[in-house]
Nanobody, 116 residues
Framework: QVHLVESGGGLVQPGGSLRLSCVAS????????MAWYRRGPGERRELVAA???????VYADSVRGRFTISRENAKNTMYLQMNDLKPEDTAVYYC??????????WGQGTQVTVSS
């Protein structure tokens, strides 16, 4: 069965850090470019960062320099290290493939709340 499970979210103060994880099942993980997305309150889903099977990365301007995307193909797992978090980073974070044509059913996501 093909599915994605996100974890690692939580409540953190501004300036804090979190590390999100995404475990994929049922796909040949290493062959897919993968991505993190987020949807803030009342906002549309947006791309946060993406990583190719070989480790090439892209970032949204709003997170570049603060967030780091990585993956362990042997574990079918992708990560998002988030540092210097800001209130505007508050959102539900999801993982999926980078190419919309290959989207897997969206998981539940993991809530990140940045607040003092």
């Amino acid at each position: 069965q093909v599915h994605l499970v996100e974890s690692g979210g939580g409540l953190v103060q501004p300036g804090g850090s979190l590390r999100l994880s995404c475990v994929a099942s049922g796909i040949t993980f290493s062959t897919y470019s993968m991505a993190w997305y987020r949807r803030g309150p009342g906002e549309r889903r947006e791309l946060v960062a993406a990583i190719t099977g070989g480790g090439g990365t892209v970032y949204a301007d709003s997170v570049r320099g603060r967030f780091t995307i990585s993956r362990e193909n042997a574990k079918n797992t992708m990560y998002l290290q988030m540092n210097d978090l800001k209130p505007e980073d508050t959102a539900v974070y999801y993982c999926n493939t980078y190419n919309p044509d290959t989207y897997i059913a969206w998981g539940q996501g993991t809530q990140v709340t940045v607040s003092s």
